[in-house]
């Protein structure tokens, strides 16, 4: 599938259904695609800029840049800067350098066809000024305020790409960005206060925000389709756990049903051994070994 890239100065499109969302939809997405949000986010971003408005900006946020990647990250131009903003969650690593390079690339690719300009043509490109961003919503201290391509992955070497992207991680500041960030690591409290209940931790996360004055006016106007789109998510996400464990567990059954097969053991002592290990019934520990123990 080919990327797409949005360009005019609407919306951005999202999925308001939810039995036709087959994407991973996000609030970061869903937030910032409203253009007052995004002069926020910009506002916080370049604050001695004071005399842009919301008609200034154009998205030019990708879909599908990389197979089965998580629909949360968002790029717009205004005036001669291209920013790209994406949202890393949970576990830090730096490979999030090559997601914003790879981002980049295919941004301006689509910019010069957009613009019918040829890389080929002799004469010289014109293109805006590219800003790099990280939101991190994870629970790691992140020291770093800026991280380089050459410095993560050559020892500071100097390589013939370099890249250099801004770090955000929230601040003391009432912006937007600390407002979002605060608001993701509410919800990831309240999943761990209500296991396996997504629909009340993002209900209970909400409430809590908005007391808070976080994100308020925001939640109060699509509370309801956040709480649709991310408990689309975290049922997504718990399906995978879910397919992961079972195929785990599925492995070790295997293994236990071979192992007795090649230390020696009868079928019959096979079975008891499943029954014992697993807790299984003897239906269920004979079936098992049918089914592994001749492969």
């Not at 397919?243 to 492995?251: D, H, L, N």
């Amino acid at each position: 599938m080919n990327p797409t890239v949005f360009t005019d100065s609407a919306e951005i499109p999202t999925i308001r259904n939810d039995a036709k969302r087959t994407i991973k939809d996000s609030v970061f997405r869903n937030l910032f695609s409203q253009k007052e949000y995004l002069l926020q986010l910009y506002q916080a971003l370049h604050p001695e800029d004071k005399n842009v408005t919301k008609s200034d900006f154009e998205y030019v946020t990708l879909q599908n840049i990389m197979i089965n990647a998580d629909y949360n990250d968002l790029g717009f131009l205004i005036g001669n800067r291209l920013m790209i903003l994406v949202e890393a969650q949970s576990t830090w690593c730096v490979n999030i350098i090559v997601r914003c390079v790879m981002y980049l690339a295919q941004t301006w690719k689509d910019y010069f066809i957009r613009t019918k300009q040829s890389v080929y043509s002799t004469t010289t490109l014109n293109f805006p000024e590219p800003e790099l961003y990280v939101v991190y919503t994870g629970d790691e201290v992140i020291e770093k305020k800026v991280i380089r391509f050459s410095e993560e992955f050559f020892n500071g070497k100097q390589v013939a790409v370099e890249a250099m992207v801004k770090v955000i991680t929230g601040s003391n500041d009432d912006d937007i960005l600390s407002q979002y960030i605060l608001f993701a690591k509410i919800v990831d409290t309240q999943r761990k206060l209500y296991p396996g209940d997504s629909r009340r931790a993002v209900t209970e996360a909400i409430r809590i925000c908005k007391n808070r004055n976080i994100l308020k006016s925001y939640l109060e106007e699509r509370e309801k389709e956040v709480v649709d789109i991310m408990v689309t998510l975290y049922s997504q996400e718990e399906a995978v756990e879910q397919y992961v464990i079972s195929k785990q567990f599925e492995s070790e059954i295997k293994s236990a049903v071979q192992s007795c097969r090649d230390f020696g053991k009868t079928v019959t002592e096979a079975i008891s051994y499943l029954m014992k290990r697993f807790e299984f019934s003897e239906a269920r520990s004979q079936k098992e070994v049918e089914k592994y123990w001749n492969l």
